[in-house]
T-cell receptor
Framework: GIQVEQSPPDLILQEGANSTLRCNFSDSVNNLQWFHQNPWGQLINLFY???GTKQNGRLSATTVATERYSLLYISSSQTTDSGVYFC?????????FGGGTRVLVKP | DSGVTQTPKHLITATGQRVTLRCSPRSGDLSVYWYQQSLDQGLQFLIQ???????AKGNILERFSAQQFPDLHSELNLSSLELGDSALYFCASSVGGPGKEGYTFGSGTRLTVV
């Protein structure tokens, strides 16, 4: 099956810093989503981004489908950005998740 | 509120018991997906239903079963529970396939088997 790899696995940021999270996938996909799992366990849908670039406040994402990767940018990080960020892809009809990037933003 | 409702939020039960987790999809969504998130396995796809019919199966144990009812809500039944079944169980819904918005997840049911 498709492989989804996220890097880095862990990230510690000082509040106000910027960061880039990467997602590589091994095959063509129909869909790509970024999720944030907060410390309470909730999975929040950040972006549906099979290709191109999208922005939502301090977050933005870019997917280059032809090169099989996606990037999630966090600017001016806040403590509420802490949690695990997952990339998930759909090669057929179901989401396959990467291992996640655990982000800790320190005040 | 994502529009996907899962109940209960928390469940504590003993080994060998049986539990039922419930999911109501977003209005208009026909597909329901179940995922299991355990500490050592990450987020694993269990099963998908579309408009009442099973569409895809993932790493679902034989002790687990699911169904989707005519009103489109879904139930995941877990039986002969073991300690290793302790996990966060998520339900997600979509219009059909990926749709224009992708998949939307509920807030999960945290199952603890003691």
């Amino acid at each position: 099956g498709i492989q989804v790899e996220q890097s880095p696995p862990d990230l510690i940021l000082q509040e106000g810093a910027n960061s880039t999270l990467r997602c590589n996938f091994s095959d063509s996909v129909n869909n790509l989503q970024w999720f944030h799992q907060n410390p309470w366990g909730q999975l929040i849908n950040l972006f549906y981004i099979p290709s191109g670039t999208k922005q939502n406040g301090r977050l933005s994402a870019t997917t280059v489908a032809t090169e099989r990767y996606s990037l999630l940018y966090i600017s001016s990080s806040q403590t509420t950005d802490s949690g695990v960020y997952f990339c998930a892809v759909v090669p057929g009809n179901k989401l396959t998740f990467g291992g996640g990037t655990r982000v800790l933003v320190k005040p | 509120d994502s529009g996907v409702t899962q109940t209960p939020k928390h469940l504590i039960t003993a080994t060998g018991q049986r539990v039922t987790l419930r999911c109501s999809p977003r209005s208009g969504d026909l597909s329901v997906y179940w995922y299991q998130q355990s500490l050592d396995q990450g987020l694993q796809f269990l099963i998908q239903y579309y408009n009442g019919e099973e569409r895809a199966k993932g790493n679902i144990l034989e002790r687990f079963s699911a169904q989707q009812f005519p009103d489109l809500h879904s139930e995941l039944n877990l039986s002969s529970l073991e300690l290793g079944d302790s996990a966060l169980y998520f339900c997600a819904s979509s219009v059909g396939g990926p749709g224009k918005e992708g998949y939307t997840f509920g807030s999960g049911t945290r199952l603890t088997v003691v």
